[in-house]
């Protein structure tokens, strides 16, 4: 029996065609996954997102207990409200998951973790609070919907009181804020401007209602994960993963080694990685016919390799991968495509932003 | 529940054939093969003048989930291909048994053709999946 959100029927009534995600009955499409990819890029578009893990971490060690969790350092965040990604790592290195956390004050924070690894995370977090004075609450209650594109913020802010629209005015990028029944982020996974928005689950279905009536597209997980791969956002489980170090995930900007005597989980694996070196995480372009797919064996003068993520991206019209590969990889590789050995770019890890290409 | 012509034949890896008359027959893939695969980027089509077997992979139909070949349902030669595919992908996902059609291949043996599915045969072989 899988599970359901709350805007379930809203995807049946829209004709979605359903797959099951890790447990979850969740939309692929609504028709076709390039125009919902085009609707995010060029206007705006909505994803529910409501399988996401939200959990709140409160408590007068909550600061303590995140520095120690995290391998990015909440003790960075000042101002109330704003957001830091992270990767939770085991003793080993690994990643045992990626996640954004919103710091309300040094009490009280709310963090987003992947569904897909719900159980497993909500073992992590409770193992990990032992001795520390921190409670750690699932907020189920909540539906929550990513509203993404150039217009996405105009057109979700119809739906918004006057209160709200106070709340999010000027808000930058990265900042959530509590707003009357309304969590309200500008965080997404898309590479575009727009909105992550909590909503209480009773008013999940008349809020996205709400916004297709104000012209936002629904998209589903197949344009999620064309956009999120051309923006060069990594997916937990398939770019990384327990086994793999976030030093080769293109991750280290998010480990915090200053001050040298904070402790976190797997943070004498990581010192011992980075003195050894690892693999890497690059972007390849392939111009040429056919599409570059996760699983894809590569060659390069310094070893093997392997694609984590492939597509063809419908913004630049051609395939697009992420790769993990030896370190001192440079300009071109070739990959394994249906028998035969091409010869790629490689680029670093991040093809569009708002709208265009960085490439 | 995907549209399957009476008037056509199928094979069970999804393709359909239509005589055009003179032994030339027109392939495509299914209505029910474009919806499994979904947005089609490329197509990558064979020469005309390739002489080809039944069961030959002579076509890749790649969209932006995965690579799947086409198979010559038939024996015989390509005498047409689609070239509107070239720029027109899509086509396979919005008219799957009209503009979306891949090639024309001239039969060896026309009567090859009735040891194909028909459409109950086809709807058959898919509940079957």
Known sequence: ?359 | MSNIPKDLRYAATHEWVRPEGDGVFTVGISEHAQDLLGDMVFVELPDVGDQVSTGDDIAVAESVKAASDVYAPISGEIVAVNEELEESPELVNSDSYGDGWMFKIKADDASEVENLLDADGYQASIDEE
Not at chain 1, 2 to 7: A, E, R
Not at chain 1, 209 to 216: F, I, M, N, P, S
Not at chain 1, 256 to 264: L, V
């Open chain 1, 1 to 359: 029996m899988s599970s359901k959100t709350g805007l379930h029927a809203k995807h049946l009534e829209a004709g979605a065609k359903m797959v099951d995600f890790f447990g979850w009955d969740m939309p692929i499409s609504y028709g076709s996954q390039i125009e919902e990819h085009h609707a995010v890029r060029q206007d705006a578009g909505m994803f529910d997102v409501s399988h996401m893990t939200i959990v709140d971490a409160t408590g007068s060690q909550a600061k303590d207990y995140l520095r120690y969790l995290l391998a990015n350092d909440v003790a960075k965040l000042k101002d109330k409200g704003k957001a830091l990604y992270s990767g939770m790592l085991n003793e080993e290195g690994g990643v045992v998951d990626d996640l954004i956390v919103y710091h309300f004050d040094d009490t009280n924070y709310r963090l987003v973790v992947n569904s897909a690894t719900r159980e497993k995370d909500m073992n992590w977090l409770l193992a990990k609070a032992e001795g520390f004075d921190v409670t750690i609450t699932e907020r189920s209650e909540f539906a929550m919907i990513a509203v993404q594109g150039p217009n996405a913020k105009e057109k979700a802010a119809t739906l918004f009181s006057e209160a709200q629209k106070e709340a999010v005015a000027g808000m930058k990028p990265f900042f959530g804020v509590q707003a009357e029944d309304l969590f309200i982020a500008t965080t997404g996974y898309t590479g575009e401007a727009g909105y992550e928005i909590m909503v209480p689950e009773a008013r999940a279905q008349q809020f996205w209602q709400g916004l297709l009536d104000a012209g936002v597209k629904p998209c589903g997980l197949g344009a999620r994960d064309t956009l999120r791969l051309e923006a060069g956002m990594n997916l937990y489980g398939q770019d990384m993963d327990e086994s793999v170090s976030p030093l080769a995930a293109n991750m280290g900007w998010t480990i915090t080694w200053e001050p040298a005597d904070r402790d976190f989980v797997g943070r004498k694996a990581l010192e011992a990685q980075r003195e050894q070196g690892t693999d890497k995480l690059v972007g390849l372009v392939m111009t040429d016919k056919g599409v570059l797919r996760a699983g894809q064996k590569i060659r390069t003068e310094k070893g093997e390799g392997v694609i984590t993520s492939g597509t063809f991206s419908p913004t630049l019209g051609h395939a697009i991968a992420m790769a993990r590969v030896p370190a001192g990889t440079e300009n071109q590789v070739e990959v394994e495509m249906r028998k035969k050995w091409v010869t790629v770019d490689v680029v670093k890890p991040s093809f569009v932003r708002n709208g265009k290409s960085v490439l």
